[in-house]
Every structure is written in structure tokens, then in C-alpha cells.
């Protein structure tokens, strides 16, 4: 489960924030869920090369990671969707500059269960089953069954791109189910035969089935060369332009060391 | 005399500090919730607020109609009391009038154990095992409903209101019991003519309490409710309680935005949710000591 992932590394957080607040070299990571394992693997990866430095990360949502830039209480926010206008000015007006590095990028694929014979829905058909208007898996070439939605909270950086890329405007029907995680999703797509959700790419597995995306797979590939059409990029903020070992550290993101855990966390690296 | 009255002075000094301290910091909480709850109402009517049935707080124009939000609450809260209220308080009777010494002493610490199992583990169990087998067993789309996540809370209320039922039937006073067999009642007829009344506000408050417990929880509506938010018609329905939409939108909601406000204004409808329901039992309890006396 994600979620206790999170509740572990806020304790982290803490902890770390009354044992090593007097030592140099100290970093502060929060932010998004979705770019958390990237950030994780990271800092795991520059703390054995740099043992001086020490990277406290939480997770606590795309909002909160900003919030903390905008407060000043992080060094690096990370974020699933860019940064809101509202949120730029608020940053300024506390005098804090946020910057962004791009850092990866991201992929939502809609998964079905892996019992269900569907294989490719257009944006058209999923935008229509979130929207309410097909509800029977028979008016999309699968089984005569009533059609479970799951999607995720309106305020997850997920659920932005799900909605900006596919929804196209339209909201998706109060009926549909919602989860507050890419596991706990992943948890009730693999246990209802019914369901449809999505899910970003790095939590793609052997329970849950992935579908194609008018007939384009939800590949590192085809997400990287635009084709995929749910794709997205994934941001480190900092407070300010990096100095030391943030600079540091976002260098080591960007370099190919970096972008290789990026891969090896499930997401698509830049190059 | 008067240096052991001074001497006195100072631990009843530094009680009353740390008393008010606590009391204060309550009333923070409380304001802080208002102060940020307010705000909501300057671009929204409190009837839309109230009575609005959709909940679409991140679109634009966004919408904060939190009545589903409210009915997901209740009817949980309702459903699951009607599943355990009954248990705990039979189960209060079994182990405070029937159950036999040594079995009551292995019974009674089970129960209190089980009032500390973490919801999160139970919410867990409701996502995994509960909600695959409701759709393999009935003709349904999804296990993640009113149902389920009744009864995960059912479980997780029935040990809270037993241990104090039974606490509340046990300090009835044993002449009671012994005049009612002084005058030819069975035991059955004891229990229930003149235990249980004599008992009644206890019970009650017991009863209160765990509902209070059940319209507060948070993780395994969360996880186990299916987080749809609308009127459930039926037991199979998902719903989205007030509790576990707060939880889940707050971490990625823009701060002082409408939707961060309009949140809190969901935690102040919880608070006044629960305090109503605290002055009902206090009621209750006043009004019981009225009859004893």
C-alpha cells in the first residue's frame, strides 16, 4: 500500500528534521506521491556517493509540496502537474521564487481487469464510460456487464491529466468509484472484473491488464515521442535557483546516472 | 498551617496551568476551523453547501454541494450502528449477567484488545478479502460500498460500546438484582425488568459513544466505501463520507483556495455532527442521575 509508504516517510521526515537539523549538507524533499519513488530511489543512490549530505523526503501531494516552497519549509517540491499561477504568486509574494526542472516523464494507462477481453479503447469510449454514457461492456466489444468506473480524487495530479486528456472538459459521473492512490486502484481494478481504472505507468503489473489507447500502446516509447496520448512530465520545484548541494542534487537527477533510476523506478526518463 | 496551605498552593497552580493550557488549545483548534471554514460561505450559499448534490470541487465553475458527503456519513454511520448496537449490547449482557467467572476473565480483555485494532488494518482487510468476494458472490459492480465499510466499522464499534455497557450494567447495584430474585423473577425476567432500566443511561451514553466513534472515522471509510460521491440508493452503493473526503482531497488541495475552505467547512459540519450527539448523551446521563435519585 502507498499510503503507508507516505505515513513512513513523513515519520522519516520528522525524524529527520529533530536529528539531523544541526548537521550541514541537509536537504528537504516533498511533494507528490507519483514522483516520491523517483526521489526516494535518488537520494538513496547521492547519499552513498555524498555521506556528508543528508535528503529527508515526504509525500504529501503535488499541493502540499508547493506549499511547503511557497512557506519556505522545502528545498525541493516535487509535482505531478505544473505549477498553478495562484501558486506563483503567492510563492513571490513570500519571496521565494519557485523553479522548475522537468524530471521525468509519466504515462496514465487505463487498466482493466485481466479476465476482461477488451483490448483497445479510444479516448471517445473512455471519455464516455467516465462520463456515464456507456455503461455495459458489451457497447465496447467485452462481456454483457455493467461497467464499475474507478478513478482517482479530483484533486490528484493523476486525476488532472486524466481529465485534461481524455475528459476533454467534461466531468466524470458522480457514480464512478473513488480511490486515493495508484495502489489502492491498482487493489480494486485487480479485485473487481467489472472495473476500469488508470493508473500511472510505474505501477503497471501482472494483476491488472493494460489496454491500448486508440490502438497506441502506453509505452516508455510511445509516451516519449508524444504518441501516447495520456502522457505527461514530472517537476522538481526549488526555492529559488539551486545553490550547493541542491544544485547538486538536481544535477544528478538530470544526468544519466539519474535518469537511469528514473527507468528503473517504472517511469520514462527524458532520454 | 499556613505554610502547609501555601505549600498546596503551588501543585494546584501548576494543575491549573496545564489544565487551561489544554482547554485553550481546544478552543485554538476551534477557531482555527472556523476561521478557515468561513471564508467558503463569501462565494457560496450555505443551502448550496447544505443541500448541493454535486460534489465537483476542482472544476471550474467548481461545485460544493455537500449533501452526498453528509448522507455517505450518516448512512454509514447509521448502518453500521444498526449492525453492532445490538451485538454489544447482547454481548455486554452475556458477559456482565450470564457468562460463568473464568470465562468472563479471558472474554473481557480479548474484547478491550480488539478496541485498539488499527482501522487501517481493518480497511485494509475490507479492500482485499471483503470486497473481491461481494462481487464474485452477488450481482453487484463493486465491493467497495455502504456495506462493506458498515461492516468493518460494526466490528470496530462493537468492542468501544461493549466494554462500556458492560461497565455501566456491572455498577448497578447487586440489591437490585437481589430483590428482584426475592420477589420470584427468573434471571431472564431480572435482566430485563430491572437491570437493563436501572442501567439505561449507561447503556445509552455506551450506544452514543460508539456512534460518535463511527461518524469520526476516517481510514476505513477511506479505503473500503468506494469514495463515490453520491446518494446511495441502495446497501451496494459506494459512497464518499465527509471524513474520507477531507482526507483524501486536503494533501493536494492549493492552499486558501475555495476547495481548502470548503473543507474545513466539511470538518466544522463533522465537529458540530459529534458535539450534538455529546450533549445527547450528557443529557443523558444528567437525566439518569435525576432517576436514581
Redesign the interface.
Known sequence: ?K?FGVFFAVSALLFGMFAGSAMAGQIQVNGSTTVLPIAQAAAEAYMEAHPDVNISISG?????G??AI?DGTTDIANASRFI?Q??VE?AVKNGSYPVPFAVAVDAIIPVVHPSNPVKDLSIDQLRDIYMGKITNWKEVGGPDK???A?TR?????T??VWEEKVMNKE?IM???????SNG?MV??VA?????VGYIGIGYLDKSTKALLVNGIEGTSKNALNGSFPVSRYLYMFTKGWPTGEVMDFMNFILSDAGQKIVAESGFVSLR | MTTSLKEDRIPRLVIMAVASLGVAIMLFILYSLVRDSIPILAHVTLSDLLLGI??????DPPEFGML?LLVGSLSVTFAASLLSLPVSLALAVFLSEVCPATLREILKPVIEILGFFPS?VLG?IG??VI??WM?TNFDI????NLLNASVLMGIMIIPIVTSLAEDSLNSVPRDIRDASFALGATRIETVLRSVIPAALPGLMTAALLGVMRAIGETMVV??AA?????IPRSLM??V?PLT?AI???M?????R?D?YYALFFAGLLLLLLTLALNMTALWIESRGKRWRS
Open positions: 500500500m499510503r504529501g501531494g503535488s499541493g502540499n508547493i506549499k511557497i498553478k495562484s501558486e503567492a455493467k461497467i464499475a474507478v480524487d479530483t484533486s490528484s495530479g486525476f488532472e466531468k458522480p457514480a464512478a468509484q473513488v480511490v486515493a489502492a487493489q480494486s479485485g473487481n472484473p467489472a472495473a | 454535486h460534489w465537483y470541487p476542482t472544476y452526498p487501517v485494509f479492500m482485499v470486497a473481491p462481487v459492480i463493486t465491493g467497495l477511506l479505503m468506494g469514495g463515490a460521491a453520491i452503493d459506494p464518499r474520507s482526507a483524501a482531497e494533501g493536494e488541495t492549493p492552499f483556495s476547495h
